[in-house]
């Protein structure tokens, strides 16, 4: 797994690490378990902040994973309950980041398997898009669905990539069941340039998962 650390909050884009090498990028609709993601990928209980209040994570924050090497965690978007001029701030923010982060290496979308590609999510898919930049879907919460239903909700968000022309994967993931997290990890892993883990590794992580109070 992906030994992730809390590095900074970044507020404004002028603050963002200057010696950053590569960065994964984490964006989603605010109740689609972005943070759950997180912190399942980088084998933490709370690193990425879990809150019942959905849009609550306001700034970018930064995790590293290795030597200036990082996780970034966006503000989660359509659900945010604050002042519209504090919604725009987040926006410019975002979009910034987005747009002009050279270390940006992919875009990793935490979309509902239950409700993927709304609006919004096709709104952001769309302009990211003009980057060039790769994207992988994650389809959350798939624990929500029989093995039918994954599997034709995996097929048809494929199909729709594939519609919007996007430069992009997808697949099932569940926090909960910690179901897709190889996967995922693997494809930060290659957009990072890391190293695959070791056996040796692979078996700390499975052992630190069986540790009481470990819920992923």
Do not use: C
Not at 77 to 104: D, N, T, V
Request: aromatic share 8%.
């Amino acid at each position: 797994m992906l030994n992730a650390s809390f590095y900074t909050t970044v507020a404004h884009i002028g603050d963002l690490p200057a010696d950053s090498v590569a960065e994964v990028a984490f964006a989603g609709r605010s109740n689609a378990g972005k943070s759950s993601a997180i912190n399942s990928i980088a084998l933490h209980k709370r690193l990425a902040f879990v809150s019942k209040t959905p849009g609550r994570t306001q700034h970018l924050n930064f995790f590293q994973v290795a030597v200036q090497r990082f996780l970034v965690d966006l503000p989660g978007y359509g659900f945010a309950k604050a002042p519209l001029e504090q919604q725009r701030g987040w926006q410019s923010l975002i979009g910034g980041y987005l747009a002009s982060r050279a270390p940006l290496r992919g875009l990793v979308v935490i979309m509902d398997a239950r409700h993927p590609f709304t609006d919004l999510d096709e709104q952001l898919l769309a302009w990211f898009h003009v980057t060039g930049k790769p994207v992988h879907v994650l389809l959350s919460k798939a624990d929500k669905l029989n093995r039918s239903e994954g599997t034709l909700t995996l097929m048809k968000a494929r199909a729709r990539l594939q519609e919007l022309g996007v430069n992009g994967s997808a697949q099932l993931f569940s926090s909960l069941k910690r179901s897709g997290v190889d996967e995922a990890e693997a494809v930060i892993r290659q957009w990072l340039e890391l190293p695959k883990p070791s056996p040796r590794e692979r078996v700390a992580a499975a052992d630190g998962q069986k540790k009481p109070g470990f819920r992923g």
